[in-house]
């Protein structure tokens, strides 16, 4: 019978974080640590972190980094990658980083199918400024600059956008899939979506993004345990998990082409 | 004889980069430069270098960013709307002390402007364009073989001193043909090593690198900054470049870069014709600008006649200049000579405004806005009526 021993991940630094208790942040750095780690690449590996709360992530993380201005993480993770074709690229990006300020650079990397890995950390808030809306806060969620809730009707604030199901329709990706870490299941399955995107981009394959619902009690207002189900019950309806597109060649779903829109083609 | 060929100035610039061993290059189109991104695709993609087209120039200077951070030989170009979308990137460049090559193939502005040569971004490109205190080099190539050789030392100066170098080009040079004599191209293996750049830590073992600008702890910060600040001097102590022509001799010199030392070099032959002697001081380097030798020739009295495609920029470095010399400026005085809105000074013009200055005719420039004019009030010409 094997035995596995609980380690600390080589690749993640032993150090306290400076994330507020509950933050998802601090779990997410794990799931890729490990990976690294089970992977061996902690010496080839870049981490690009973004401008957001996961700034510190180059703290946290045993890999070399490249730190970017606010939303331009995947136009740094395209110069790095280009250039260091063998190494991990990991384009970290927050929901304020990757889906407002960094909107063309995500979708034209993903277009043109840069082979790093996006790891897309959703909490429908802008932690770092301290609570104002995101773009993927949820219809009436409060938000410092929402105070009554999000309406996109008198107020025309928008709707949540949908990462993956928006990058789906672009034929450069290879890999989207939507986790979340509000349970151990979930958070194993995470780990699961995580490390398939890994392999793939190794093995040059394309495009490849995780999204990860995460909780940010603090600019949610709730205690860390209400905010995780506060993600069960109301962003998963919104944000529905699991492998939106999943075209990878060596995992046994492949469709020839990629072609677009296929959100619920690739789905299991 | 090393051979001669013909090429544009866009163009000179592209294959002065790919013989310093540039190996990504990133840009978004704009005129006057697009030849510039397409040389390097047909360059660059056969050779399996990294070209991307970006989407944006916010883009493309992040891309750079990244390429630079992994220690390649990184270059983006551009002209002025385009170069202002890339002050983010430049200033978190200057901060995270990444070397990479920008060039601005300078039109007319503000605001979209007009698609014709003009040098109205000197302060942007001089002052540090973007946020925060910073300077970076600015190289200022007159003709296609300039384009070439600056471009090609850009890349050593911008490893050397690690910090972005900007080629401050204009549409005119950019688009001009002349022949140039090719750099020899550089062995990638002998560039120098850059310990500081991520990638391959697995290999030698060393401690983590970090590339980033952020530091939130006001005196470290601080200290960074200043650190920086020693490596400017040390820059603006061995790096200044100009040329002098014909200074001694004349009570007059005419300073320019680009395009219009060119056009003031003209005026200067024009004017020798007529049996009166003009100097001619062009600054290769505007940042670091040579302070020191307008500083020495105010000492000896000269009179300045600046000529600029603008409303007046690189006038306030010389007049800086006169007054590091110690002499008062009506001893020394500086005047100007502007044409803008991509209209380009012609050699009569030139001369014209030299003659106003030697006469007594025009009033010195001065910083602000009360005396402000093109240059002595004349009446200025169209280039279009002049069919250029
Ligand atoms: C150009 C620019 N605009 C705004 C900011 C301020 N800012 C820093 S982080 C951030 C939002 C981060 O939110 P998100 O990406 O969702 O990350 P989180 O903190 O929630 O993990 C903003 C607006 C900035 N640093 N730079
Ligand atoms: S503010 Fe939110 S995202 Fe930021 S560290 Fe705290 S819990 Fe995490
Ligand atoms: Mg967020």
Redesign the pocket.
Request: aromatic share 6%; net charge negative; proline share 0%.
């Given at each position: 019978m094997e035995t596995a021993t609980y380690k600390h991940p080589a690749s993640l630094v032993p150090l306290q974080t400076k994330y507020c208790p509950g933050c998802g942040h601090g779990v997410i750095h794990r799931l890729i640590t490990e990976i690294i780690d089970e992977l061996g690449l902690q010496g080839s590996s870049i981490v690009l972190n973004p401008v957001?709360?996961s700034i510190w992530a180059d703290l946290y993380f045993g890999t070399d980094s490249v730190q970017p201005a606010h939303g331009r993480t995947p136009a740094a993770a395209t110069g790095v990658k280009r250039v260091l074709k063998d190494h991990l690229v990991v384009c970290y990006q927050?929901?304020?980083?990757l889906a407002a300020i960094g909107t063309a650079e995500i979708i034209h990397a993903a277009n043109r199918g840069e082979k790093f890995t996006t790891i897309f950390?959703?909490?429908?808030?802008?932690?770092?400024t301290g609570g104002q809306m995101?773009p993927?806060t949820l219809i009436g969620q409060k938000a410092t600059t929402a105070p009554e809730g999000r309406d996109p009707g008198e107020a025309g604030m928008g709707y949540p956008i949908r990462v993956c199901e928006m990058l789906a329709t672009l034929e450069g990706t290879r890999y989207l899939a939507r986790g979340s870490v509000d349970s151990p299941a979930n958070v194993r399955k995470t780990k699961q979506y995580i490390k398939k995107a890994f392999e793939a981009q190794m093995r040059g394959e394309g495009f490849t993004l995780v999204e990860i619902l995460s909780p940010?009690p603090t600019n949610w207002s709730m205690k860390p345990n209400e905010a995780v189900d506060w993600m069960v019950e109301a962003m998963v309806p919104v944000f529905p998990l699991g492998e939106i597109k999943n075209l990878l060649a060596t995992d046994g779903v492949a469709k020839a082409g990629g072609v677009a829109g296929t959100a619920a083609g690739g789905k299991k | 004889m090393p051979e001669k060929v013909l090429m544009k100035g866009n163009e000179a610039i592209a294959e002065g980069a790919l013989r310093a061993g540039c190996t990504a290059y990133f840009g978004y189109p704009i005129t006057p430069q697009s030849e510039l991104p397409a040389y390097m695709a047909k360059h660059m993609l056969p050779r399996h270098l990294t070209f991307v087209q970006a989407e944006s120039e916010v883009a493309a200077i992040n891309m750079v960013y990244g390429a630079a951070a992994a220690g390649a030989r990184a270059m983006t170009s551009s002209s002025s709307p385009g170069v202002s979308l890339k002050q983010e990137g430049i200033s978190y460049l200057c901060g995270a002390d990444l070397p990479c090559v920008i060039v601005n193939v300078q039109r007319s502005g503000p605001g979209l402007g007009g698609i014709s040569p003009a040098q109205g971004d000197y302060f942007q490109a001089t002052r540090g364009g973007g946020h925060g205190d910073y300077y970076h080099i600015v190289l200022a190539p007159k003709d296609v073989q300039e384009c070439a050789d600056l471009t090609f030392e850009a890349f050593d100066l911008a490893d050397k001193w690690r910090m972005p170098v900007m080629i401050l080009a204009d549409g005119l040079i950019g688009q001009m043909m002349e022949g140039v004599v090719l750099p020899p191209a550089r062995d990638l293996a002998s560039l120098p090593a850059k310990p500081w750049a991520v990638g391959h830590q697995g290999k030698s073992g060393r401690p983590f690198n970090h590339v980033s600008s952020i530091n939130l702890v006001p005196d470290e910060l601080e200290k960074s900054v200043n650190d920086r600040f020693e490596r400017y001097k040390a820059i603006a102590e061995s790096e200044v470049r100009s040329v002098s022509t014909n200074c001694d001799k004349a009570d007059l010199i005419l300073v320019g870069y680009g395009t219009s030392s060119r056009v003031a070099g003209g005026a200067m032959a024009l004017a020798k014709a007529e049996g009166i002697e003009l100097g001619l001081f062009r600054p290769t380097t505007l940042w670091p600008f040579p302070y020191a030798e307008i500083a020495e020739f105010a000492a000896k009295g000269k009179k300045f006649l600046c000529v600029e495609m603008s409303m007046g920029q690189m006038v306030e470095d010389v007049l800086l200049g006169v007054g590091m010399s110690g002499v008062s400026g009506d001893a020394a005085p500086v005047h100007f000579f502007g044409r803008l809105g991509g209209n380009i000074p012609n050699e009569d013009e030139v001369l014209a405004a030299a003659k106003d200055v030697l006469a007594g005719r025009s009033k010195p420039h001065r910083i602000g806005f009360a005396d402000r004019s093109l240059g002595s009030g004349r009446n200025l010409g169209s280039n279009r009526s002049r069919g250029q």
């Open positions: 957001g709360c927050g929901d304020g980083d950390v959703n909490n429908a808030i802008y932690g770092m995101a993927t940010c | -």
